[in-house]
Structure formats: C-alpha cells, structure tokens
C-alpha cells in the first residue's frame, strides 16, 4: 500500500508479483481456505483501480484477471462483490481497451482478451447456486450507469463467450434487455450493433429456457435493432433459429396459451395466437384518430419470420423435401383475410386496417437470406406469393382512403405515410413475383395521379378554410411526391409511359412554388380533440407540403430538362427557359429558408440542375445559392443522422460535373467560391472524420466515369480535374494525426470489421468508408486509371507532380528538421508515396525538366522512409532513361556542407546500379565513372558516409569484374584487399556490427526497385521496414474493399513479393533495441525493489492537512530542523524550485527568496514539484539583507556562506551549529563583500577539478545535506 502513494509505474511493477506471493501464504492448501481475510488484498487492488495513473489502473486490472487464470483460490462473497463493485467501476474508463504496442490494427486488446478468460474461469468457479444471482448483478450493473461504447462492447463479448450453462430467468432477460435499450442508445452504430449481436449470443448461451416464456423472449428480440445486429441476411439469426428449434417445447408455459393441438411445435402456436391477437381489434367506440404504435406489427412479423425458418429448418433436418407450408400458411391466413376484404368492405375498422397494412409493410420489408436468387429463400418466396392474391384488394383500398374525402384530421397524415409506404413495397412485389398485376398497378397510379392533381386544383369557395380540405392537399401533394419518387426508382416498371405523367408535368410547371397552406381555423368539434394531442404542428405540415412540392419538381426537372415549352401558350407572357430558371431557383433559395434542415434534399437536386444554366447570366444568384447551401450543410455537422444524405446531396451539387465546368470557363467568382467550398470541408474533415471521402469519392467517379451521354462529356469532366487539381493533391496528403481517445475508437472499429461475418453488425450497417485512408486509397486509385497516352490525362499528371514537389519543398522550408511521424514527415512520405505512383506514366521530356528537382529533394534532411522514396523514384528515372547519368554525376561535385547529411541518399542509389544499367548496352564507361566517384567517398571522415560507399563500391565492383573492364587491373588488388579488410573487421564493436547491419538491411539485401514496384510495397510494406506509425500503414484489404472507382482491368502493380513481404522491420543506424527488457520483465520475483519514503507518516498522525499552506508548512517545517536556507540573491527560477525542493526533502526550517513571485514561474514549479507548498517560504529583498541577518544574530543564529574567501573552512572538517542560517550567494558574482562582513564563518566545498565552481543549487544541497547529516549522528548519540 505504501509502494502504491508513489503513483509511479516504474516503482510499482516490481512489487506486483510480491502479491502473487502473498496470495500464496494466505491460503491454506490442506483445507482450501482462506488463513486471513481477503478484503486485504482487495484493498490493494482497489487502491491502484482508483490510481490516477492510467497506466497503473490498466497494470491493477490485469493483475487481479490474471489471478483466476493461474491461481486456484477458494472461494469468497467478499470477491464476487468486489468484482461487481470496483472493478466494474473501473473497467468503465474505455482509455484501458488501448493495443498494446506490438499489436497489429484490428487484435483484440488485451484487457479484451484478459475479460474473456477471467469471466470465463471465475463463473466455473462459482458454486452453482451462486451463478445466477452474479451474472444478474453483473448485467444489472452495465445498466446502472451511463457507460461508454467501447468497454459495453467488451463487456458484452465476455459475456457471450461464457460456456453455455443455464443460469439467467426472467430478470436476467429484462436486465439484458435493459442494457440494449438505456445503455447503448447513444454509441457509434457499429460498436452499439456488435455488442448487441454479443448480447443476443450471451441470451442464448446463458438462459435458463424453462424459466422464460415466448413472449418474454419475443420482447428481448424486439430490443435489437434489424438495422444494426439482428437481420434476416445474417449468421446471428440463423444461430436464433437453431436455437428456438433446439429449445422448442421447453419454454415455461405461458398463461394465455391453449394446446389444443399438441402436434404443433409450441413456438408456432405462440405465433398463431399473437397473429390472431394482433388482428383482433375492440368493437369501435368512434373512429380513434390515432395510428397504433409499430411495436406490435415489428414483433408479429418477427416472430412469423423466425418460427417460419424454424419450421423450414426442422424439416430440412428431417428430410421432408416437397415442404407443404401448413404453419406459414396458418399464420398469414388471418392477415389475407383482412387484405381480402379491404377493397370491398367500406365498414371495417380503422384500427384493424391500419394494423393489417402495419403488418403488410414489415413483411415486404424482409430481406431474404443469404442466397444468390431470391427464389432460393423458399420462406420468402411463399410469403410474396401468398401477398400479391390480395393486391388489388389493397390497391383499391388505399385508392380510395388517399383520393376521397376520407383523411381529415392531422393525425390521418400518419396514415398517409403508410399507405404511400405501400405502394413502392407492392410494385416490387409484383415485378418480383406477379407480372400480370402490373397493368393493374399503372391504372391505381393513373387513378391516383389524376384525383390528386384535380384535389390540389380545388378552389375553396367558402373564406374560412376547413381542416379536412388542407388535409385533403397535403395527401395529394404527399401522393404525387411519392409517384415522382417511384419513376425515379423503378425505371423497369415504365410508369413514364402513362398519360398521367403529362398532366403531372403540366400542373407541376404551372402551380406556384412554396406554396404554402393556410392555417385552418378549428371550429369542427371531432377534429380540435385530436388537434390538442396531435405532434405534429401545422408548421411541420406545410414543411412537407413544400418538401413533397420540391420532390415533383426534381422529378420534372430531371425528366424534361425543358420546362414545360409546350404549355407556354396559356400565359399572357412567355418567359424565357432562363427567366424560368432563374425564378425556380430564387424559389430555391427561398424554400432553404423556409425548411427544416432534414427536409431540403430536393432542393439541391433541382438547383443542381438550374445553376449551370444560370452561372453565366446570374452569378451572383448562383452564388448565394452555393453560400446558403454550405451554410446549412455546416450547421448540420453535429447531427449523426440527417449530416451524411446533406452533405451528399450538397457535394453532388456544388461538385456536378457541368456545375464545375460551367464556373472554371468562367473562372469568375462562383470558380473562386467553389475552391474556397472545397479548403472548407478538406478542414472540416479534419475534425469530422468521412467529409472528405464523400467529396473525392463523388469527383473521382464523375471524372473518370461521367454519367451524362453526350460525347463531350468525357473531355468536360475531365477538365475538371485539371481546374479542381488542388483536390487532388490536398487528397494524396491528406490525413490528420489523431488523439489517443480518437484512435481508440479507430482500433476498436477495425477489430470490429476484422470479425467480418461473425459479427453479424458488419453485414447489417452499411460500410461507409469513413476511415482516413480511403481518401488516399481513392486518389491512388484514380491516378492509377489514368492513361500517359491521353494528352489530358497526361497534363494533369504533369500538373500534379509539380504540385506535389512544390509541397515537398514547402514543407521542407517551414521546417528543415523534423520529429520521425510528425505531421510535417507524414506529409513529406505521402508526397513521395503519390509521386511514385504516377512516376512510370511520365514522359523523358517532362522527367527530363523534374530530374533535378528531385535530386533537390534528396538534399534536404530527410526521415529515413522518406529517403527511401527518393532513392527509389531516382533509381527508376535512371533505369528508364540513362542518359540522365551526368545530371546524376553532378551531385556528387556539390560543396562538402551540401553534401553531409545527403551524400548517403545518392550513394544508395548506387548501391542498386546493376538496375540502373540495365536498359544500358554500353555499360564501362558509367561504371568506370561510379566507380571513380564512389572511391572518393570511401575516405570520407564521416563512418555512415564509409560504410554506404563500401556498399556501393561491393557492388559496382562485382558489376566491373563479371564485365572484366581491365582498366582497373591495376586497381584489383587495392580494392579487393580493402573490401576482404572490411569483411574481416576483427572484434565485436560497433564498426563490425554496422558493416553487417547494413547489409543486411532490407533497402541493400532484399528491396529489389523493379520487381517490387507494387501498391503494398509503397503503402504498407515499406512503410513498415522503415518503422513509420502504424496508422500510415494502408493495407491492401483497404483498395479491395473501397469499391467506389475501381482499378484498371491490366493493373499488374499491386502485391509486393512475399521475400519483403515476410521482413521483419530492422534499421541498421539503430543501437541494439530492448535486448534485456525482455530478460527483467521475465524474472518472477526481484531481490531489491524501489521503495519510496513517505515523509510525513512519521509525523504528527493527528496534523490538519486542511490548513493554509503556508501554516501547514510552518508547522511541518518547526518540528524538522533548525536551519534557514537564504536565497535572495539567487534569480534563477530553476535554481530556486530546485533548492525549494531540496530544502523542504532535508526538513529545513524555511527558504528566503527575493521575491515570492517566483513560486508562480513554470520552470520553479517545474523543478519544486509542490515543495512550496510543504516549506515555509519567506520573502526578503536583497536591500532588506543586512538588516534581516542582523536580526537573525540576535535570535542566536550562526550565519555562514558558502563561498571561496581567504579564511574560508573546508566542508569536511566545519562543523555546523544547531541554529544555521545558510547565505547563497548570486549565480554569477557569489555574495557581494558588503554582505561578506556580516557573515560569521564562510564554508567552501573542496574541489579537485579544473573548472572553478558549482552551480549554487548543487553547492546549497551539499551544505543543507552535510547540515542534515551531521544533525542526525547528534541525534542518535544523545538516544
């Protein structure tokens, strides 16, 4: 406990196996009990939970999961609560769940691991009778605070990693269920989805089924959201079915069960009577305006769809191959008999139709299994077939509820949105199952196009508007919107074709924009009672209203990008396409205003369409209209869910093709606002992580894919690159470097994915490529579609090498050194990584006028990975055209201070000069050159210089001796016998060692510049050899899965060989790395620990800590010692904090200081670490000194100095009175002579060196621990 104040890692870790230990001698091996009470090694363990110091929490933690797993300890209450107590406590800081440093991105960490087995092993361990009850607290615990994403996940994967024992009733599930609903409402989509699949598992493996009935399980299902774990398309919801089949029959009975049919399984009879239930309805008592809530019809057709792919999978264990549906059949039969009736019988309930419709809709929501057919999923197919009978029934229906008067109040508009949810579901259906209904459904569209229009056309005579009519317009508008929206979506329907699309066009072109509706006066009586509760106010209805308006107008737009030219003849005055335009899009700008933020998607698709035909004639209104939109897209940043469709739909208008063009020929303002747009949200993806893909993803596409048909769109979109550059180059670089708690959340999300299909969250949540990477996987892959042969291709390559050297040099001028992964080497290693990514599409005469700014580069002082790059891009360039040797040449014949810390980067291409000569036929004369050029540089009087020439020179020697070039006969022996000399370096010092190291290094051993040249070699191999931050690693997985802009079919570059694949990382410049950490970390036990004093245990037990400090510390101060430590004269900061803490250590009396102000100085704080506050400080200029020692004289102090004077005594042999006062004197001038006559003795320290003097802080210590010495041998004399 005391080794634990100390708060220091260091100082604790030895002393934890001491613990192990202790467990030993305090448990009796014969009779398997406890010798002492437990709750003393708790105590321990709990104290280093509560730690300040992470790092020792974490330390704690593991200590006490471990314990389970290597020592067999009795059991104990005391523990179990303990484990729901403090532990649980602690293991909510999610700071824990930290990799440790050798872990590849995406393992498990190893408090994650460490969970499973402990929970594992303790419940084993656990009297039967016990289990229960501690996983119920347990759980209940995960629901009794707010708990952050990552430790819920891997508390839940412990959870379900539990063998399978029967331990959790009733109460365990609703816990469960709690965690699912409370705890986890506001987590990350996928680390929430994977812990509810962890969840769900832990229900499975853990409950006790005779103890739960089906509905309670039914209600735990219905906890887990389909959109985020449980699906039909996943294994989790395979193993569910496995499940129920397995326990089928074994449920606790529940009460309102009936088993008249004792053949049934008892999962499908709950299912018959929840169905039945379900449809049963009250006899109506008035028409109830409100909708029922959804609960019921997602439970209901949960459970049909699991108790069907139960039964399915019965028979298939069984062998039954012609399956005749009978339970599927009975369970839909009373729906179809509800969607039978419906278009006939006008009398039954509201209630009971909506609840029918709520069912219907679940049901064709279901995604089907994993098959590669629809048809295959026989549960599915059924279900379909049995739907479409009544498909006219419902057509009818909704028909009529949508066109007559029949919705009238507010609370009808939920109604509304049911039916019109409908009707997308059902031609899905029919074109997936039915053909033969289509014509039916392109007469209900018809139908229903036309009766909307002709109620929108509806004039009120009366002057007071009604509810009922209002309401009536906003179903029409709300019906047409959805007409609009299903000829966007189901194009292989032809619903184009139908006449109603003309009148739709007609009316659409001709009503007024932003319209908005009156609000009615409330005088009817039925209506005001639903009004009061309504949730909806009138303000969101005419929001809709105007959205749904902005919905048929996209339609209209896209499909006829002619407004409405043949109807002109019915207004006085024509306008013009661009008057119109222009007029649209001020409405535009008006509806954003009027809006609510979620709802002005299809506003921004209409002004997508409308600017590139107004950019020229009405800039500035098309520029308004790109500050309003950004203005909305930015407010919107902090909220999760509407923020992506926004921001979307703003990139696909702000960055549409024709948009861009139409503003870089004008190269005006709109040119200048978009630019300005796009630095906006490169910095808002600094801090919002995904902005940027979106934007580059949506550019890359449209540029190299364009959509549009007409022939020039190619070139057009193209273009773009070449004006919008600056995105492309800001993307090679991009990418921020995170703070820890943000890359915490990024670890836990890949190790998350790396589960792939076990994790049921990764098939359900939808991948949306939001990691930083994928802004550089996307540009990469760009740059690798691009064609050297295309003459636009070809310039923007150009244009983007330049840019990117003119980033390069940048960053090398605003810093000329810089930290390995800092930003500034981040950046300068992505430059080069793209830079050699577009290298082999260059042409000689563009390489020709680059050469030397590359070589440049490899001037200037680079990290090594950085190095590498360059060596590389220039070993290509040479291989490719040789005649660029001499520009080569030239670099060695730079001045000497040029040359230091680069020569090593152009000697290394050398090292690879068989690559450089190989398209050479005449080789001799290069060679005879290197070779002249690498000898200089093997004297050179810098070791790494020698030793990176030596390698070049063993290898263009070799080179010279297969071409037996006799010129340098004369030469053989010299250079033989020095590099033999060099093999043989006698001895094991470091010479030796590094001539092998760096042979042996990957660069000079392994690397080989041709046949490695591949996109893992660039992005994740050698980035890893050079021992670059693993986060800049990108692995090729990332490419396979970013499917956004594919690669080109013949891409050949992409796996690097599997001999450099398979290094390991070893930079030879580095000293020998942790060689005997791995030998103390290994030993169990230490024979000598550090054991830091706690000084104020011996003091007064009773002392008030809460005092002032200052009377803290005199209190403290009067009971050590009688010296006085005066340091006036000192001005120095750090000396002061310094003394101040050697002062208050050696229990001196007080410190006297020039000026109290220096305490608030960071260097004094720095060097006091709060000494101030346990030492008597007193504040005494130095005009006050002469008068304060005098008065210290009379209070019987002796005043000694330390000084060197002509009288002064030798420290060894002085010794100090009881009642010192030590003077200081000043840094540099010692104590003044008018201050040397009021002392009464002056000490000096001996000294056998040659420098005169010590730092007056050391020489103060040495005095005040001489003092302090001396004072303690009297002590112990006198007892």
């Given at each position: ?854 070589f440049q580069a490899g001037f200037s002082n680079n990290q090594a990975s950085v190095k590498y790059f360059i060596e590389w891009i220039i070993i290509l360039s040479l291989h490719k055209y040789p005649q660029f040797l001499n520009k080569f040449w030239d670099c060695f014949y730079y001045d000497e201070e040029k040359l230091k810390t680069s020569i ?376």
């Amino acid at each position: 406990m005391e080794t634990l104040e100390g708060n220091q890692i260091h100082v604790i870790k030895p002393v934890l196996p001491k613990l192990n230990s202790l467990y030993d001698h305090a448990i009796s091996e014969e009779k398997g009990c406890w010798l002492f009470h437990p709750s003393w090694h708790m105590c321990i363990y709990k104290r280093m939970f509560e730690s300040e110091n992470k790092t020792l929490t974490k330390e704690g933690i593991l200590h006490f999961l471990e314990l389970y797993e290597t020592k067999h300890l009795p059991n104990s209450l005391g523990f179990s609560e303990f484990v729901i107590g403090p532990l649980m406590d602690a293991l909510s800081e999610s700071s824990l769940y930290s990799r440790s440093p050798g872990q590849l991105i995406g393992a498990c960490p190893p408090l994650g691991m460490r969970l499973q087995k402990f929970l594992a092993t303790y419940l084993m361990l656990l009297p039967e009778e016990e289990k229960g009850s501690f996983l119920l607290k347990f759980i209940q615990k995960m629901t009794s605070r707010h708990w952050c994403a990552t430790p819920i996940l891997f508390l839940s994967m412990a959870l379900a990693c539990i063998p399978a024992c029967k331990v959790l009733g009733t109460e365990g599930l609703h816990a469960l269920r709690d965690v699912l609903q409370c705890t986890m409402i506001t987590h990350q989509i996928l680390l929430r989805g994977a812990a509810q699949c962890y969840l769900l598992q832990t229900a499975m493996h853990l409950t006790d089924v005779e103890k739960v009935s089906l509905p309670e399980v039914s209600s735990f299902l219905l906890s887990l959201r389909p959109a985020e774990s449980l699906r039909r398309d996943t294994v989790l919801w395979m193993e569910l079915c496995s499940w129920l089949q397995v326990n089928d029959g074994c449920f606790r009975k529940s009460i309102i069960s009936d088993f008249e049919h004792q053949e049934t399984s008892s999962l499908c009879q709950y299912v018959r009577s929840l169905v039945g239930e379900y449809l049963k309805t009250p006899a109506s008592e008035g028409e109830n305006c409100f909708m029922p809530d959804w609960f019921e019809a997602k439970l209901v057709a949960t459970m049909t769809l699991l108790a069907a792919d139960v039964e399915r999978m019965r028979n298939k264990y069984s062998g039954k191959s012609n399956i005749e549906w009978i339970e599927l059949e009975a369970f839909l039969n009373p729906l179809l008999d509800v969607l039978m009736k419906l278009g006939s019988n006008v009398y039954i309930p509201t209630l009971k139709t909506d609840k029918s419709l709520q069912l219907l809709l679940k049901l064709l929501q279901t995604r089907s299994l994993k098959c590669s057919n629809t048809q295959d999923d026989r549960v599915l197919f059924f279900i379909w077939k049995s739907l479409v009978t009544p498909v006219e029934s419902i057509l009818d229906f909704l028909l009529r509820r949508l066109t007559t008067n029949e919705l009238s109040t507010v609370g009808d508009l939920d109604r509304c949105d049911l039916y019109l949810a409908l009707i997308p579901e059902i031609v899905n259906l029919c074109l997936q199952v039915s053909r033969k209904k289509v014509p039916f459904i392109k007469n209900f569209i018809l139908s229903l196009t036309n009766a909307s229009i002709s109620n929108l056309q509806e004039r009120n005579s009366e002057e007071e508007t009604k509810l009922k009519d209002q309401i009536k317009k906003v179903a029409g508008m709300a019906s047409l919107a959805a007409v609009c929206e299903m000829m966007d979506r189901k194009p292989e329907a032809h619903l184009e074709s139908l006449p109603s699309v003309d009148a739709l066009k007609r009316f659409i072109s001709f009503s007024q924009f932003n319209e908005v509706l009156k609000k009615p006066s409330y005088t009817e009586e039925k209506s005001s009672l639903c009004e009061e509760t309504a949730s909806q106010g009138w303000g969101k209805i005419v929001a809709r209203y105007v959205h749904d308006q902005w919905i048929c107008l996209r339609f209209i737009l896209n499909s006829f990008p002619m407004l409405a030219q043949d109807y002109e003849d019915t207004s006085e005055r024509p306008l013009s396409t661009t008057e119109r335009s222009r007029k649209i899009l001020q409405s535009a700008l008006e509806a954003l205003t009027i809006l609510p933020s979620d709802q002005v998607l299809p506003v921004f698709s209409c002004m997508k369409v409308l600017v590139p035909k107004l950019l020229d004639s009405s800039e500035a209104l098309c520029i308004e209209a790109f500050d309003l939109a950004w203005k909305i897209t930015s407010s919107l940043s902090n909220t999760q869910l509407i923020f992506w469709s926004n921001l979307k739909a703003f990139v696909q208008f702000i960055f549409d093709i024709e948009v861009l063009a139409v503003a870089a020929s004008a190269k005006g303002q709109a040119y200048a606002k978009i630019k300005e747009i796009i630095f906006k949200l490169i910095d808002m993806s600094t801090t919002k992580t995904g902005v940027f893909n979106v934007v580059l993803s949506h550019c890359c596409q449209s540029w190299v894919f364009p959509t549009v048909d007409e022939r020039s769109a190619l070139t057009n979109a193209f273009l773009n690159a070449g004006n919008y550059g600056e995105l492309i180059t800001e993307a090679c670089v991009f990418g921020t470097v995170f703070r820890r708690d943000q890359r915490l959340i990024q670890d836990v999300h890949a190790f998350i994915e790396n589960l792939g299909e076990k994790c049921a969250a990764n098939v359900v949540t939808e991948s949306t490529n939001r990691d930083d990477h994928y802004v550089r996987v996307c540009v990469i892959k760009f740059l690798c579609l691009l064609d050297g042969s295309n003459i636009l291709h070809k310039t923007f390559m150009e244009d983007i090498f330049t840019k990117l050297l003119d980033k390069d040099e940048m960053v090398s001028r605003s810093r000329t050194r810089y930290y390995a992964n800092s930003l500034q080497h981040r950046i300068k290693n992505r430059v080069w990584q793209a830079l050699l990514v577009l290298l082999p599409k260059l042409d000689q005469n563009f390489l020709c006028g680059t050469l030397d700014r590359i070589f440049q580069a490899g001037f200037s002082n680079n990290q090594a990975s950085v190095k590498y790059f360059i060596e590389w891009i220039i070993i290509l360039s040479l291989h490719k055209y040789p005649q660029f040797l001499n520009k080569f040449w030239d670099c060695f014949y730079y001045d000497e201070e040029k040359l230091k810390t680069s020569i090593c980067t152009f000697l290394s291409v050398l090292a690879h000069f068989d690559i450089v000569l190989q398209n050479t036929l005449e080789k001799k004369p290069d060679l005879k050159k290197a070779l002249v050029v690498v000898l200089q540089w093997c004297f050179n009087h810098n070791f790494s210089v020698r030793l990176y020439a030596l390698v070049a020179l063993k290898k263009i020697w070799g080179m010279c001796k297969m071409l037996h070039v006799e010129e340098f006969e004369a030469l053989t022996p010299v250079i033989e016998s020095s590099l033999q000399q060099v093999e043989n370096m006698h001895g094991t010092g470091n010479a030796r060692r590094n001539w092998q190291r760096i042979q042996d290094h990957y660069f000079f051993a392994t690397f080989h510049p041709l046949e490695d040249y591949s996109l893992e070699a660039i992005f994740h191999t050698l980035p890893r050899l050079s021992e670059l931050a693993e986060d800049e690693w990108i692995s090729l997985s990332k490419f396979d899965r970013f499917t956004d802009v594919p690669l080109p079919p013949a891409f050949q570059w992409y796996h690097s060989r599997t001999e450099l694949r398979d290094l390991k990382p070893s930079d030879w410049s580095q000293q020998d790395m942790g060689s005997n950490s791995a030998e103390t970390d290994s030993q169990p036990e230490w024979t000598d620990v550090q054991k830091k004093i706690i000084p104020w245990k011996s003091s007064t037990p009773s002392l008030d800590l809460e005092m002032v400090i200052q009377d803290r510390a005199a209190k403290l101060g009067k009971s050590n010692s009688r010296l006085i430590v005066v340091a006036s004269l000192i001005d120095k900061p750090t000396n002061l904090g310094g003394l101040c803490r050697t002062s208050e250590i050696f229990g001196a009396s007080a410190l006297v200081v020039g000026s109290l102000h220096y305490i608030q100085d960071k260097q004094f704080q720095h060097l006091s670490v709060s000494a101030e506050q346990w030492l008597p400080l007193v504040e005494v200029k130095p005009s006050q000194l002469v008068d304060y020692l005098q008065q210290k004289k009379m209070e019987g102090y002796t005043i000694i100095g330390v000084e060197q004077t002509a009288k002064s005594f030798d420290l060894t042999e002085y010794c100090f009175p009881e009642k010192s006062l030590l003077l200081l004197g000043n840094e540099h001038e010692g104590i003044p002579a008018n201050l040397i006559h009021h002392l009464d003795v002056c000490v000096e320290i001996p000294q056998q060196g040659i420098i005169r003097s010590l730092n007056v802080h050391v020489s103060g210590a040495l005095l005040i621990w001489e003092y302090t010495r001396q004072q303690v041998i009297k002590q112990k004399q006198q007892k």
